[in-house]
């Protein structure tokens, strides 16, 4: 018997190898042994990192680029481009199945430093990365500024230096609190210095600075690194066997007095570019320059419980960050404080007077709480229980929100959010504009409302409406218990009011020569009685006018002739038609919908 060669070419080892097969999918090879009877599977292995990697930058006015070229790996069928860039914490793959040993990275900017990696695939995966290779993108005919030094005030860090010659501009980069990288933070900077605003006081920086013309910047210097002070503070105990009152007198000669009663202990947070304290006893008295009371906590306070502060002198006002306790107060007293922060008295808070309160929000707890401030802006209200009395001189921005509201009074002009289960008395002196309040009870949602005008706003309510008297009304709806469907602004079936609730009376001012009830709707399912005032019945094609089931009267003034027009007892639409007919007037935008 004639042996019979039954061996592979190149796979040598193997007893008796009669056939191999390739995964197209993975590269894997098997390989059969007749004698063995068995398969041998054989790994091919991935490609070797390419060698002689180079970066070449290519930096200019419009124009920049990196070209990297490496040597071809064994085994590689294509090749994949890694990057960091300045301020990444990690390698970011840019490119991949590239067929040749190139490519050039456009996606870079001038005066930056980028690193670099190539890696080999081919069918058994991906190859080991080689080692970085950096590039930079400067102007090699600038050179970098020398000298820089950085100094740190509270606020602030300056930077100096000495210019380069041919430099038209400078660029700051700067690595703070949580970078990874320089970051640039200015550019086209014109002089030899700089200064750096947007620091916090106790964090530490490093900054570089480079050099910059038509042709690109220069590489940037190397880092100086500078720590920005913090403000002494000084805190100072109230109450609780500790002082009675502390007094302090501000910069622009403010003399601001803190009077602290009942259980509990009250701390003020000073600060200061030097501070200090002297007195003994009842009686502190703050010491140093530059000084502020950044805000008071206080802790185990009660319902019997009172802060004042009182200012005299100087600018007579003082700010407060914000007060909070983790118990209640009787009383917070500052008729000329103006607080920058919250309120928050978890447990009953009665009376707090304030001169102003800006972008804040009061957190009362219990009920019966009552505000008294001179104004506020984007100031919000969150309390739990019934809100006794609010009373303002001007409101602008922010939302109210409350179990029930007792008394809201704005002497002047108010621009809010009110949401609450009921609102007894309502009265804005000035406009009302801008607003929304909704009132979700269902009874009785609120007794009485008086604004000197109302422009562009909505009061909706669940249940009924009282008295509502309106200098006019611009844009603006009043609603109870609708339904309101997306999209209109008038109930067109009876379904579209979600209970029988009843508008007592809505009456406007009659002005000679001016209308008051312009582009504005009212409906409910029962309105007592609704007096217009002067009705403008044009409305650029946007129905506007009343909607209920049953109107007992209405009264309404034709803004062009001066005609009074009068129904009783109007349960058809038809009605009013018929009046508007008779005294020959074109109802236009106006309607009356009774559904």
């Known amino acids: ?53 180079v970066a070449t930058p290519h930096a200019g006015a419009a124009n920049n680029s990196v ?31 590239l067929s040749s040993a190139a490519f050039t990275d456009t996606n870079v900017s001038q005066g930056l430093t980028y690193q670099y990696r190539v890696r080999g695939v081919s069918s058994a995966g991906l190859g080991q990365t080689t080692a970085a290779v950096t590039a930079n993108l400067f102007n090699p005919a600038l050179s970098a500024p020398t000298g820089l030094q950085a100094s740190a005030s509270l606020s602030q860090v300056t930077l100096t230096w000495n210019a380069s010659a041919g430099a038209t501009s400078y660029d700051v980069l700067r690595m703070g609190p949580g970078d990874n ?26 900054y570089r600075v480079d050099a910059a013309n038509s042709a690109g910047p220069s590489l940037a210097t190397t880092a100086v690194t500078v720590r920005v002070p913090t403000i002494p503070t000084l805190d100072v105990n109230l109450g609780n066997g500790a002082a009675k009152t502390v007094r302090f007198v501000s910069d622009d000669g403010t003399t601001t007095t803190f009077t602290f009663t009942g259980p509990g202990l009250t701390t003020v947070h000073f600060s200061g570019t030097t501070i ?35 200012t005299k002198g100087g600018a007579n006002t003082v700010t407060i960050g914000g007060i909070s306790t983790d118990g209640a ?24 007077t304030l001169g102003s309160t800006n972008n804040g929000t009061i957190s009362a707890g219990g009920n019966n709480f009552t505000l008294k401030v001179n104004s506020a802006v984007g100031e919000n209200i969150s309390a739990a ?23 809201l009074v704005v002497t002047r002009g108010a621009s809010f959010a009110v949401h609450a289960g009921s609102l007894r008395t309502m009265k804005v002196g000035g406009t009302l504009n801008n607003s929304t309040i909704t009132l979700t009870a269902g009874g009785l949602d609120a007794s009485s409302m008086t604004t000197g005008a109302m422009a562009n706003s909505m009061l909706i309510a669940s249940g009924n409406l009282g008295t509502l008297s309106l200098g006019s009304m611009l844009n603006s709806q009043v609603y109870a218990g609708m339904a ?8 067109e079936v009876s379904s579209e009011f979600a209970v029988q609730a009843t508008i007592k009376s809505l009456k406007l001012r009659k002005t000679k020569g001016s209308a008051t009830y312009v582009g504005s709707s009212v409906a409910a399912f029962q309105i007592a009685s609704v007096s217009l005032g002067v009705v403008d019945f044009a409305n650029g094609g946007i129905t506007f006018g009343l909607g209920a089931h049953r109107i007992s009267s209405f009264a309404a003034v034709n803004s062009t002739t001066g005609q009074a027009l009068n129904l009783r007892n109007v349960t058809a639409t038809a009605q009013v038609t018929t009046l508007l007919a008779a005294k ?6 106006f309607v009356v919908q009774i559904v």
């Open 329 to 352: 107060f009787k009383s917070i007293t500052g008729k000329t404080v103006i607080l920058t922060g919250n309120l928050s008295v978890p447990a009953t808070l009665g009376n707090v």
């Open 276 to 310: 200090g304290e002297t007195g003994t006893g009842a009686n502190i008295i703050m010491t140093g320059t530059s000084v502020l009371a950044n805000n008071i906590t206080a802790t185990g306070t009660t319902a019997a419980s009172a802060l004042t502060i009182a």
């Open 67 to 97: 070209s990297l070229t490496w040597s071809p790996a064994s085994g590689a069928t294509s090749y994949n481009v890694e990057r960091l860039a300045p301020g990444a914490s990690s390698f970011v793959q840019i490119a991949s199945g």
């Open 484 to 491: 309101l469907v997306a999209g209109r602004t008038l109930p």
């Open 181 to 206: 990288g320089f970051v640039q933070v200015a550019t086209g900077i014109g002089a030899t210095s700089f200064a750096d605003t947007n620091v916090t006081q106790g964090a530490t920086y490093q």
């Open 584 to 589: 020959g007037i074109s109802p236009q935008d």
């Open 1 to 53: 018997m004639v042996n019979e060669d039954r061996s592979v070419p190149g796979f040598s080892g193997f007893n008796e190898p009669v056939n191999l097969t390739q995964d197209p999918a993975t590269g894997n090879i098997y390989v059969a042994e007749l004698g063995g009877q068995k398969i041998t599977l054989l790994r091919p292995t991935t490609p070797a990192p390419p060698a002689n990697v």
């Open 385 to 407: 229980g019934v809100v006794k009395g609010i009373t303002a001189g001007t409101w602008s921005g922010g939302t109210i929100t409350a179990a029930a509201i007792t008394s």
